[in-house]
């Protein structure tokens, strides 16, 4: 199992916002990054039936993580000036119901 984009992002819709329906757009940033780490974390290395130690697997994957940010914005960049995004969502807000307290996360 991998994950990809892993930060969680707050929008905060106010009473003029809800009645003008202003849509607000939320979009996953660093999937690069999130992906390499994901993918280097769940690893398991073998060379010949010996098991890399800990230590090795520890630094490659620093090695590996340490451009993703970079790469994040350049293919953030190029995709954009394609006009596509990935984990992009326009969110907006048709009214709001206050008759009974929930909690949510």
Do not use: Y
């Amino acid at each position: 199992m991998t994950t990809i984009g892993s930060t969680a992002q707050t929008l905060v819709f106010n009473e003029a916002d809800i009645a003008n329906h202003t849509v607000k757009t939320v979009s996953s940033r660093g999937w690069t990054q999130s992906l390499i780490g994901s993918l280097l974390g769940s690893l398991a290395l073998n060379i010949n039936g010996i098991g890399v130690s800990p230590l090795l697997q520890t630094s490659l994957s620093a090695t590996f993580v340490a451009p993703a940010p970079a790469l994040d914005l350049v293919l953030d960049s190029a995709l954009r000036s394609l006009g596509l995004r990935l984990g992009h969502a326009n969110v907006d807000v048709d009214g709001v119901l206050c008759s009974q307290a929930v909690l949510v996360q």
